[in-house]
């Protein structure tokens, strides 16, 4: 059996569509399934229609969380609440065709733990969305060497795969690199992210920026290291031109240079506090891993509400 997770937020009708979409896609191919919707505390009546498709459909359930606590959260939320054998996340507003999955479920049969779907093309984001990403996917890749360009968040994960990732204490979770970072057997499929079915994307650039400082931070320590090298290159040049002052200071040079000092420390200023910005998103990382709260609450379940005449199969 495969479960397939999908988180949902102020999807509305939309759930209905992609329930209808994924149960026609996977019973066409004939397999047996589990769907779990996950409500990441929708402000709109999603949940009313995850309720009403769990009660038509004994193979779809439904969790409520009791707020919003991101897609990430949501998303872990669902994996850790499937039963199958292999569990295939994936966007319920139908920008991931579930057309793919029967081609990942084959991928698992003849062997892969984890199966992405790449997307060949780029819908929907705005300019600055896209090249922002490509940046990020670029600059993630190079740093952490878990390579992300092109990822998305539908992926299959086989049964000892999805326990390695759910054995990742960090709170601060990044499914797209996680479930990268873990390894195993591993196949890449293609496919076209399509427009969004309806509603739009909760995405904006401010959360897209603190998704990528997230998966940045808690995947590496290499700006760290980049401020120290940078703090060491201007020693060195603090050292140069100081020796330099020096000399010309014994030749009887006098030493102008206003604008260099105000330059020089406008220089400094900027990297001193990029520095400390960038150690503080570290200690912020530490402190929300100390605190160790759970990453989201469940507030309601609905599961196998079905009664047998009402069957849909
Ligand atoms: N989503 C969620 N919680 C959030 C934001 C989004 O569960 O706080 C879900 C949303 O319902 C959708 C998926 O995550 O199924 C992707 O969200 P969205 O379409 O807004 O992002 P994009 O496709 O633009 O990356
Ligand atoms: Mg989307």
């Known amino acids: 059996m495969i479960s397939v997770v999908a988180p949902v937020f102020n999807e509305g009708a939309g759930v209905e569509r992609f329930v209808a979409r994924l149960a026609a896609v996977l019973t066409g191919a004939g397999l047996t399934y589990e769907l779990v919707l996950v409500d990441d505390g929708s402000a709109d009546d999603s949940w009313d229609f995850v309720v009403a498709q769990a009660a038509l459909d004994d193979r779809v359930r439904g969790i ?7 897609k990430e959260a949501a998303v872990l939320a669902g994996l850790e609440h499937a039963a199958g054998d292999a569990v295939v996340v994936i966007d319920s507003d139908l920008q991931h065709p579930p057309e793919a999955i029967p081609e ?37 890749t190079g740093l952490t060497r878990v390579d992300l360009v092109d990822a998305t968040d539908f992926r299959l994960l086989a049964r000892p795969a999805l326990e390695a990732l759910l054995r990742l204490p960090e709170h601060s979770s990044f499914f797209r690199g996680t479930s990268s970072w873990i390894g195993f057997r591993r196949s890449t499929i293609e496919i076209d992210i399509e427009e969004r079915a309806g509603g739009r994307s909760r995405w904006t650039l401010g959360s897209l920026f603190r998704l990528a400082v997230n998966g ?18 201007f020693a060195a040049f603090a050292v140069l031109l100081g020796a330099q002052t020096l000399i010309r200071w014994i030749g009887g040079d006098s030493v102008a240079g206003f604008p260099t000092v ?24 530490i402190h929300e891993e100390v605190r160790g709260r759970p990453r989201y609450l469940v507030q309601e379940r609905v599961e196998h509400l079905a009664l047998p005449e009402q069957r849909v199969r």
């Open 64 to 70: 409520q969380l009791s707020r919003n606590f991101g």
């Open 104 to 140: 990942m479920v084959r991928r698992w049969r003849q062997g892969a733990h984890v199966v992405e779907a790449v997307k060949r093309n780029r819908t929907g984001q705005g300019v600055v969305g896209r090249v922002g990403g490509r940046a990020f996917n670029k600059a993630f």
């Open 216 to 233: 940045l931070t808690s995947f590496t320590s290499a700006p760290l290291h980049l401020v120290t090298m940078v703090g060491l290159a």
């Open 262 to 285: 105000i330059l020089l420390l406008l220089v400094m200023g900027t990297f001193l506090l990029l520095g400390l910005g960038v150690i503080g998103e570290y200690l912020a990382r």
